[in-house]
C-alpha cells in the first residue's frame, strides 16, 4: 500500500463537475480581480470566523506582510515570534527592516511560550505574532495580556494553518487578535489552485487601511495615500475556494476522527512516540508525531520503504536558518525549537484517508518499534 501525506487528486475527485462549472463561469465573465466573487467569499470568512472584516490578497506570505504594515511596523521595531513555523512568519517580519524576536516554544502543544514572549518584551517591541501551528491555537489569552502590558501593542495570529480552528474556549482563530492572517495556499485545510490569502479583524479603520495597502495604497481611483503593495486575490481563485467553502468544516472533524485513531492505533502499537494531543478546535492541519532518541530520520526511512510518505515540518528553526545569522542566536539559544526540529515527523492526513490506510500508517510505525 501507499499512502501520501496528502492527497489533492482524491479531495478534486469529489468535487470535479462543480469545480469545473464554476472555473468556466470565471472564464465567460472576464473578471479576473477582485470582484464579486472575492466580495462573496470574504463574506463568508468573516461570517465563520465571526469578524466584521475578512480581506483577500494574494497569499497567507502577503497577508502577514500586510497585517503588520497596517500597523506601522518598520526598521527598529520589534515583533516576537515563534522559531518554530513556516519561513513566512519571520519573513514578513524582516521583509519590513523589522526585527523578528524568536522565543521558545511550549514542547507539548509546539506554540509560542506565553513566559518567554513576556520575557522578550522590549520598549521596542510593537507586535506579537503567534503561529496557530499545525491547526492549533495559540495561548491567546496570555498573550493578549502581555500585548495588553507592553502598551497596547497588536497581537496578529499567524492563522495559515488553522482555518476552521477554534482555542478551548471556543473562540475561532482569527477572531481573538488584532488581524488573522489566513493562507490558502493549495496543501492547506482548505486550499486554492495557487497561491491566495486572507486578513480578518474587527477593527474599521485597520480594515480600510488594509483594503487600501492590498491596492497599492490607492485611496479613491488614481489617488495614493501611500506606497502600498499589489496583492490581490484572483476571481478563480474565490471560484474555487467558494465549491470548497461548504465542506470545510466537514474535512476538519474527518481529520480530527483520523487523528483520534491515529493516536489510540500508536498508543498501542509504537507508545515510543508522542503522538499530538487533540485538545477541542484543534484541526489537525498536520498530524505530527514527536519520535525519540535520535530515531527520527531512521523512522521516516523505514516508512518510506514501506509506501507511508512523511514530512519534517520544520527541519531547521527559524533563528537558526542562515537567513537570519545576524540575529546571533546560536546553537541551543531555543532548545524546545530546536528539540522539536530534530524529532517531529508528520504522518499522513487529509480528510479522504481511508481507515485502512490509517491502520497501515499505525501498523508500519509499530513495526520500526518491532511490534
Ligand atoms: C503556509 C504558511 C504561511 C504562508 O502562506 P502562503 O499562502 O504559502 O504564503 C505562513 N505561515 C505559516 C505558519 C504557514 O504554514
Known amino acids: 500500500m501507499k499512502v501520501p501525506v496528502n492527497d489533492l487528486k482524491r479531495q478534486y475527485a469529489t468535487l470535479k463537475p462543480e469545480m469545473e462549472k464554476a472555473v468556466l463561469a470565471v472564464m465567460e465573465d472576464q473578471m479576473f480581480i477582485l470582484g464579486q466573487r472575492v466580495l462573496d467569499l470574504e463574506k463568508a470568512v468573516a461570517a465563520r ?6 480581506i483577500g490578497c494574494a497569499s497567507g506570505s502577503d497577508a502577514l506582510l500586510i497585517a503588520l504594515r497596517a500597523y506601522d ?3 527598529g521595531d520589534e515583533v516576537i515570534t515563534s522559531p518554530f513555523t513556516f519561513f513566512a512568519t519571520g519573513g514578513a517580519i524582516s521583509r519590513l527592516g523589522a526585527k523578528p524576536v524568536y522565543v521558545d516554544i511550549d514542547p507539548r502543544t509546539y506554540n509560542i511560550d506565553p513566559e518567554a ?3 522578550a518584551v522590549t520598549p521596542r517591541t510593537k507586535a506579537i505574532m503567534p503561529v496557530h501551528l499545525y491547526g492549533r491555537v495559540a495561548p491567546m489569552d496570555a498573550l493578549l495580556s ?26 475561532p482563530a482569527c477572531s481573538i487578535g488584532h488581524i488573522g492572517g489566513i493562507s490558502f495556499f493549495p496543501t492547506k ?23 487600501r495597502l492590498r491596492v497599492h495604497g490607492s485611496s479613491a481611483m488614481y489617488m495614493y495615500a501611500e506606497v502600498g503593495m499589489n496583492s490581490r486575490l484572483d476571481a478563480l481563485q474565490a471560484a474555487v475556494l467558494q465549491v470548497k467553502w461548504p465542506h470545510l468544516d466537514r474535512w476538519n472533524d474527518l481529520r480530527r ?11 498501542a502499537g509504537a507508545p515510543e512516540v508522542t503522538p ?10 498536520c498530524y505530527t508525531i514527536r519520535v525519540p532518541d535520535g530515531r527520527r530520520d531512521a523512522l521516516k526511512k523505514h516508512l518510506e520503504e514501506r509506501g507511508v510518505s512523511s514530512a519534517i515540518y520544520y527541519p ?18 531555543l532548545p524546545h525549537a530546536e528539540r522539536a526540529a530534530r524529532e517531529v515527523l508528520s504522518l499522513p492526513m487529509f480528510a479522504e484517508m481511508r481507515d485502512d490506510e490509517i491502520a497501515y500508517v499505525a501498523a508500519q510505525v509499530a513495526s520500526f518499534y518491532g511490534r
Do not use: C
Open 49 to 54: 470566523v465571526g469578524v466584521k472584516h475578512a
Open 189 to 211: 485545510n482548505l486550499g486554492a489552485f495557487g497561491d491566495a490569502g486572507m486578513m480578518t479583524t474587527n477593527d474599521d479603520a485597520v480594515a480600510a487601511h488594509l483594503r
Open 276 to 285: 499530538p494531543e487533540i485538545v477541542p478546535g484543534h484541526i489537525i492541519h
Open 257 to 267: 476522527a483520523h487523528a483520534t485513531k491515529l493516536n489510540a492505533l500508536l498508543a
Open 73 to 75: 511596523i518598520g526598521p
Open 146 to 171: 502581555i500585548a495588553s502590558d507592553a502598551g497596547g501593542i497588536p497581537v496578529i495570529e499567524d492563522a495559515a494553518q488553522a482555518l476552521g480552528a477554534a482555542d478551548e474556549r471556543g473562540r
Open 117 to 119: 514572549a513576556r520575557a
Open 316 to 333: 531547521l528553526p527559524l533563528h537558526r536558518q542562515e537567513a537570519w545569522k545576524d540575529l546571533g542566536q546560536g546553537e541551543g539559544s
